[in-house]
């Protein structure tokens, strides 16, 4: 019995030890590649997109590596010019249990004044323009044998295919935005104009469980940016710009962690303290989301009142509880609700009604 004892100590050692030194997981993917040339800014010169997302995959990849060692696993999609299909990708990262998804595009239009950095979001198209960039992302899927069995008759054409993709990725959703603010913030800072962070219906996004975003670093269809991002100057300040952004993630993603302990008193007494948000910010706590009405009577919702019921564009119902300005207030009802059995309910924050991270109201 006391050899049982120790063996089981000796076991449970291990596991507390092994979690610890767990390494942070990031993907890396360098939108298309191999037959899949992605946005073409010139024949003559070879400048396709594919060439220059693995470029500027690898030079983020090394910055990642360079300041963090064996402290975070960096792993990329691929790292040569070939093909790899939209789900393979999103399993390379699920496979993986990565932590953060981070898919680098460039963008294109038929004009050629469009410009500027924009950085997406699983969601729902809010605009034409949104839905012409993700048709052309995911059309991809074109190029791969039995895509309609693969993608189980996903059409990159249908707006109304983009109907199961908007939800999914909820859990995941406000982190996904606190990272694509910080990379257009970034973006900013080195004299690129931001376009915004946006949603949109993205195959290679739905497919990830972990916060991820797709980031569009530029247009090849406009001269000026074509020669910026095809130049290896210009390749180096984006990976820096998304590389600090990064850093600003994982450091945060450690102190949620417990992995950075603060030794600063001071932020000690900050965590007590009342946390009341910016005017026009309201938090909210959402439970969850369905294609089913439901009574918002409590009965229905394990005893929980002030419920909420919101349907979507596309005739989704997004159900939520509590509704308030107060940080700290909305931090009581989610610990509330999670004691009801809604394990995976997560903070929301609107601002004049338009969803935004909760990170950038506090």
Request: hydrophobic letters at 35%.
């Amino acid at each position: 019995m006391r050899k049982l004892s120790f063996l089981t100590f000796f076991i449970i050692l291990f596991s507390l030890s092994f979690a610890q030194i767990k390494p942070f997981v990031v993907v890396i993917d360098a939108g298309h590649g191999g037959h899949d040339k992605g946005a073409i800014g010139s024949t003559k010169y070879a400048i396709y997109e594919k060439n220059i997302t693995l470029d500027v995959s690898k030079r983020l990849g090394k910055l990642i590596k360079d300041r963090y060692g064996s402290n975070v696993k960096v792993i990329y999609t691929r790292t040569s010019d070939k093909f790899i299909t939209l789900k393979g990708r999103a399993n390379i990262a699920n496979r993986n249990h990565a932590d953060l998804f981070i898919s680098i595009h460039c963008n294109s239009n038929a004009k050629t004044s469009p410009y500027g950095s924009e950085t997406y979001v699983l969601g729902l198209h809010r605009s034409a323009d949104n839905f012409e960039v993700a048709k052309r992302e995911n059309s991809v899927i074109l190029l791969e044998e039995d895509y309609k069995v693969t993608y189980e008759g996903f059409d990159p054409n249908s707006p109304e295919s983009v109907i199961g993709l908007t939800l999914m990725q909820d859990a995941h959703l406000d982190q996904s935005i606190e990272f694509a603010d910080d990379v257009q913030k970034h973006f900013t800072n080195i004299g690129r104009k931001n376009r915004g962070v946006k949603q949109a219906g993205f195959l290679v996004l739905r497919e990830t469980a972990m916060p991820s975003v797709l980031i569009e670093i530029g247009f090849v269809s406009n001269a000026a940016e074509r020669q910026f991002i095809n130049s290896s100057k210009g390749k180096s300040k984006i990976a820096k710009s998304i590389f600090q952004s990064f850093d600003s993630y994982k450091k945060e993603f450690d102190k949620k962690n417990g992995v950075v302990i603060a030794s600063s008193s001071t932020n000690t007494a900050n965590n007590n303290t009342q946390v009341t948000s910016k005017e026009g910010i309201v938090y909210k706590v959402q439970l969850m989301s369905s294609k089913k009405w439901i009574n918002k009577k409590s009965s229905n919702f394990k005893g929980l009142q002030d419920i909420e019921r919101v349907q979507n564009d596309n005739g989704i119902y997004i159900y939520t509880y509590g509704k308030t300005s107060s940080y700290s207030a909305i931090k009581k009802k989610q610990k509330e609700a999670r004691g009801k059995g809604y394990k995976d309910c997560f903070i929301i924050a609107l601002k004049n009604g338009e969803r935004v991270s909760v990170k950038s109201t506090l």
